[in-house]
């Protein structure tokens, strides 16, 4: 037994992987075990994988058939013997003490979800310090936060949760969006979060990636996530329904803006359903307070022009949106 498992699902990043296992084996915090599932990766990961285990008897791993991010997460979630559970994308990596915080913050809080701030790394771009907050919340608190998206956000890898959340929640296999599938259910399950905006994750957005690919049609199951989400918390208070479909209307307009960015929207038959959605909720976004100046301003144009939407678009996306990615 150990009190935190971590969980890296690895495919195909022999270029990342050295940095991503050493900031995790150099942490402050040691009482953990690294579980790294080689996700049937192509090129030379499984080794490097071997090799730690060899050098720390706190590495394990698994090689397993390629079956995407969820499947290797919950792959690592069946073998987890820590009392906490953290995931670590592969390409990414930590500060040394993020662990020591998130666990002294959920034992000190008697928290169910620890939550830590996030630094995004871009190649030559400048990373963005944030106004460092502390907060102690309930479910529904924390629900609207994630909704907002603004302040935090629905992905696993900036947390440490209390192993019984995966008593029975398990990553959706197949799916793109799969942190927006799983937050309600996370969230949940859970009576009091904390959150300490400290950043100590480094999210590499990285080209090639997920991220960054060009549009597809798996980006449209982020507004079915987010729409299968707000069905499923309607009704538990004003706040909570106003949020939910915020997120919903910027969903869509997230996805518009990858089929816009990839210039295909006229091969994309939902691409003029999608407009239709934003432009019936026009009101609605006007008055939300998160939506920015910037976004109100793209659906003016977008309500007389979607070529003068898209002109807006490419040039330049709000801010919010990169934390989206």
């Known amino acids: 037994m150990c009190e935190i498992s971590i969980i890296v699902p690895v495919y195909n990043v022999e270029k990342y992987l050295h940095k991503c296992v050493d900031s995790i084996l150099e942490q402050t915090f040691t009482d953990f075990e690294l579980i790294l599932v080689d996700d049937g990766s192509p090129d030379g990961s499984g080794a490097i994988c071997d090799e730690y285990a060899k050098k720390d008897a706190r590495v ?7 079956g995407g991010l969820s499947d290797a997460r919950n792959a690592g979630i069946d073998i987890a013997q820590g009392k906490y559970l953290g995931f670590i994308d592969s390409d990414d990596y930590i500060e040394k003490d993020m662990y020591e915080l998130l666990y002294n913050n959920i034992i000190n ?21 944030n106004k460092k907050q502390y907060m102690v919340l309930d479910r529904d608190e924390t629900m609207v936060l994630i909704f907002h998206g603004n302040l935090i956000s629905d992905h696993a890898w900036n947390k440490l949760y209390t192993k019984k959340i995966f008593n029975e929640t398990r990553y959706p296999v197949g799916k793109y969006h799969e942190d927006s599938f799983t937050i309600v259910s996370i969230l949940d399950k859970c009576k009091k979060v904390v ?42 208070s004003k706040e909570i329904d ?32 999608i407009v239709m959605y934003l432009k ?18 793209a659906l003016i144009l977008l309500m007389i ?15 919010i949106d990169r934390k989206f990615d």
Do not use: P
Not at 109 to 128: M, P, Q, R, T
Not at 306 to 317: G, H, T, W
């Open 60 to 66: 394990k791993v698994i090689h397993k058939e390629n």
């Open 109 to 129: 809080e008697n928290a169910d979800l620890s939550i830590c701030g996030v630094y995004h790394v871009y190649d030559n771009k400048e990373i963005i310090e």
């Open 195 to 236: 959150v300490d905006t400290s950043q100590e994750y480094y999210y590499y957005h990285r080209t090639g990636s997920i991220t960054s690919q060009k549009f597809s049609k798996k980006h449209l199951e982020y507004i079915e996530a987010w729409e299968e989400n707000e069905k499923r918390v309607t009704g538990r």
């Open 242 to 273: 106003e949020a939910a479909h915020q997120r919903v209307c910027f969903a869509y307009f997230l996805v518009l803006d990858k089929i816009l960015n990839s210039n295909v929207e006229k091969e994309i038959n939902e691409t003029e359903e």
């Open 280 to 297: 019936k909720n026009f009101f609605f976004i006007m008055k939300n307070r998160i939506f920015t100046k910037s976004r109100k301003v």
């Open 305 to 319: 022009n979607l070529r003068l939407y898209k002109f807006l678009s490419v040039i330049k996306n709000s801010k």
